[in-house]
């Protein structure tokens, strides 16, 4: 334990911020122009992962583009039948807008899950999706870390792995994506909306964070200059019946060692239709697409649940220490679907 116990101390007595230059955006063009033309910016949204960051060293930009004026903070229902989330919405406001607590309430519980009230009135939607991996060696600047340093090498793979991957890793990095509020998205199918130097573009949310692979300094498909504008969720009637189930080491302010998201239609005793993302498992949040094709048209009964999830936990790949997750992880899948199915 070191090495936290080393990182904790410097965190409380925090490090001298590297002097950076701060710019309120007003104009979406020059702001994307802006980072285009300056390597060492980043856009800054509610700043509570970012500027934790710096102040640890880890992140050190010259310049902050502050993009909250900018971002839209409205939730608009899209012509689809579906809601346009902001990037500047507020993660307390987009868990408690009835439209997201009746029609898609995994999401609303995946919020109210994460960080705490104060916390969340100032996290934004596109910051949530960016934020960064939890790894205590990214965390601390005085270790190696291919994330943060690429090329150093990976100490948690044979270092302290408890809360890390089973799923998806290489040996460069074994780190796992923190948001809740993505797991329940990803599961509700959702597409970001950017707009970079080139344009705009829609990228499904699936396919936003990226596996590590040979490059984890990559947490994601954005190129630097491209903002994140919006986040669509479509019209999806299995997401009524949804839920969120978080498992963590302490009942608040921690991140999951294993997320559920799920949602769940059935008829006459048959699965008619299904959603599955799991956090905690993976680089990114994990959708279940093994497990939904299992129990698409199977009998809604704890056998058929069982089978899913192991059909899906078949592919991962536990760590020393971190052989647990895979049982707990099947056990809050069966146990959801449980729920959702009374
Ligand atoms: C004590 C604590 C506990 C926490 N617990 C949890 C938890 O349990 N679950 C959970 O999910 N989260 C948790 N969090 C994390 C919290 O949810 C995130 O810090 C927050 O959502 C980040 O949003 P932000 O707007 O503050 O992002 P910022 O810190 O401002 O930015 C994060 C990243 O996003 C980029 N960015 C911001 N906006 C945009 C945009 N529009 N386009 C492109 N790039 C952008 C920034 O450049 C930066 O790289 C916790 C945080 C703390 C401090
Ligand atoms: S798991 Fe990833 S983030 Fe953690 S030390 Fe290894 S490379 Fe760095």
């Known amino acids: 334990m070191r090495r936290v116990s080393e990182h904790r101390r410097r965190h409380r007595g925090g490090v001298a911020l590297k002097p950076f230059r701060y710019e309120r955006a007003y104009d979406e063009r020059a702001a994307i122009a802006t980072l285009a033309a300056t390597p060492g910016a980043k856009f800054l949204g509610g700043g509570t992962n970012l500027v934790d960051l710096m102040r640890l060293g880890v992140e050190t930009p010259d310049l902050l583009v502050d993009v ?3 971002a839209s903070d409205r939730i608009d229902e899209t012509d689809a039948g579906g809601l346009r989330i902001g990037a ?3 993660n307390s406001d987009l868990a408690a807008d009835a439209r997201v607590r009746t029609r898609y309430p995994a999401l609303a519980e995946a919020l109210l899950a994460g960080a705490s009230g104060q916390l969340r009135n100032l996290a934004t939607t596109g910051g ?6 939890r790894c205590a060696y990214f965390q601390d600047v005085t270790t190696p870390c291919n994330k943060r340093d ?10 302290e792995h408890r809360n890390l991957a089973i799923i998806g890793h290489s040996e460069h990095c074994v780190a796992t994506h923190p948001s809740d509020m993505a797991v329940a998205l990803v599961a509700f199918e959702a597409i970001v909306r950017v707009v970079g130097l080139g344009g705009g573009r829609e990228i499904p949310l699936v396919d936003f964070h990226r596996l590590p692979g040979d490059t984890p300094q990559r947490d994601t498909v954005l190129e630097r200059d491209e903002l994140i504008v919006a986040v669509d969720v479509p019209a999806l009637t299995v997401a009524v019946n949804s839920t969120y189930r978080k498992v963590r080491e302490r009942a608040s302010f921690a991140f999951a060692l294993v997320s559920v998201a799920a949602a769940l239609d059935v008829v006459d005793g048959e699965i008619r239709d299904v959603r599955i993302a799991f956090g905690g498992l ?7 697409h093994v497990a939904e094709a299992a129990l698409r048209g199977s009998a809604a009964d704890t056998d058929a649940f069982r ?3 192991d059909a899906e936990l078949a592919q991962a ?3 020393r220490d971190n052989g647990y997750k895979v049982e707990l992880a099947r056990n809050t899948l069966v146990r959801t679907l449980q729920e959702l199915a009374e």
């Open 317 to 319: 790949e536990p760590l």
């Open 88 to 90: 500047g919405v507020r």
């Open 128 to 133: 949530n999706l960016l934020q960064r991996t």
């Open 68 to 70: 909250r004026r900018l």
């Open 307 to 309: 089978r899913a999830a």
């Open 282 to 288: 993976a680089h990114k949040p994990w959708r279940a």
């Open 150 to 159: 690429p090329g150093t090498g990976c100490p948690a793979r044979d270092g």
